[in-house]
């Protein structure tokens, strides 16, 4: 408990010493948070102000884009500054609330995927009593349940982790990772090590069976609907959650499963971008390119914008020629 007192900060190895390419990753990681960032908002922005899409699905929706924004400032944020102030220090306090964010925002949003797969099940294989099933209270306990479960998740993984000693301060990662760090440990982490993944194996396995069943009930009742139309839209509403699930748990399993002693830094970095960027990066394009009410939506939001931009300019042209109109005549 002695070393571990003594550390106040870490330091982070996950880029180049060259400025010019520090430099380069600001700009990176700046233009994928912002594309990140737009996506999501549009999202929330679509969800909130439009009536037509105030049910279960899209509330859900709006929930996984709240969960994706802090998802993914969770570690880019920290990226960018120390790129930009050209530093590689993170607090003690700093590195814990990393791992507790990181893995809050993780759970919950593969908890929430999972509710997903059953609001989709519902009202594929049971549509009429779907309103019944998935009302406005059901739907209110089933996100808060995936906050809280993500809590839980979170709090249990980020005390076992900093409950041990480290002998050093040096973290072979551009964020504070959980691997990274136990690797640093003094004590021997066999026993945590195995109790912790076989939790999360547990869990996470137990959620995927979940998903899979649910999908192949889906399935066997799309493909006995005899109108081509009706399975048409049935599988429009299931092929982006399809999409965003299989590219969060198989990046997390990789970067979780992978051994770290014996990877590349390269590869480690590598790997921990996919699983931190890519799913709150693609949720929302997957979402957006494959959902015609979000796009009709979006497209709706810009069209009023744009009118409101014309009439704008319009009347600022004509208030400018009466102007000049009045000076003009004797």
């Known amino acids: 408990m002695s070393n571990e007192s003594t550390i106040t900060e870490f330091l982070l190895l996950g880029f180049s010493e060259i400025r010019e390419i520090q430099l380069l990753y600001f700009v990176i990681f700046l233009l994928i948070y912002m594309t990140a960032l737009l996506g999501n908002i549009l999202i929330l922005v679509a969800v909130v102000t439009d009536p037509h899409l105030h049910n279960p699905m899209y509330f859900f929706l709006a929930n996984l884009s709240v969960m994706d924004l802090g998802y993914i400032s969770v570690t880019i944020l920290k990226a960018m500054a120390n790129c930009l102030m050209n530093t590689r220090l993170i607090s003690y306090s700093e590195c814990v609330a990393q ?5 809050f925002f993780m759970a919950s949003d593969f908890f929430l995927l999972t509710v997903m797969a059953y609001d989709r099940y519902v009202a594929i294989c049971d549509p009429l009593h779907y309103e019944t099933v998935v009302n406005k209270e059901a739907c209110i306990q089933m996100v808060t349940s995936t906050w809280i479960s993500g809590l839980l ?6 005390g076992a982790t900093f409950a041990v000693p480290f002998c050093s301060n040096i973290i072979n990662q551009f964020f504070c990772e959980i691997p990274q760090l136990l690797k640093l440990s003094c004590s021997d982490l066999y026993l945590i090590e195995a109790v912790a993944l076989g939790f999360s194996a547990c869990l996470g396995l137990s959620c995927f069976s979940f998903i899979v069943v649910s999908y192949v009930e889906i399935f066997k009742t799309v493909f006995r ?13 299931c092929i982006p959650h399809l999409s965003v699930v299989p590219l969060f748990l198989f990046t997390g399993i990789f970067a979780n499963l992978k051994p770290t002693s014996n990877s590349l830094a390269g590869l480690d970095s590598s790997v921990a971008m996919a699983y931190c960027v890519l ?7 997957i979402y957006s390119m494959r959902n015609k009410e979000i796009k009709a939506v979006l497209w709706k939001i810009y069209g009023r914008s744009w009118k409101k931009h014309t009439k704008r300019k ?3 042209v004509g208030l400018w020629d009466n102007m000049q109109t009045e000076t003009s005549t004797p």
């Open 314 to 316: 319009c009347g600022c």
């Open 279 to 285: 799913p709150p990066l693609m949720n929302p394009i």
């Open 99 to 103: 791992v507790f964010f990181l893995f």
């Open 153 to 158: 998740y979170a709090t249990l993984h980020t």
């Open 225 to 237: 609907i005899p109108c081509a139309q009706s399975r048409d839209k049935a599988f429009s509403t």
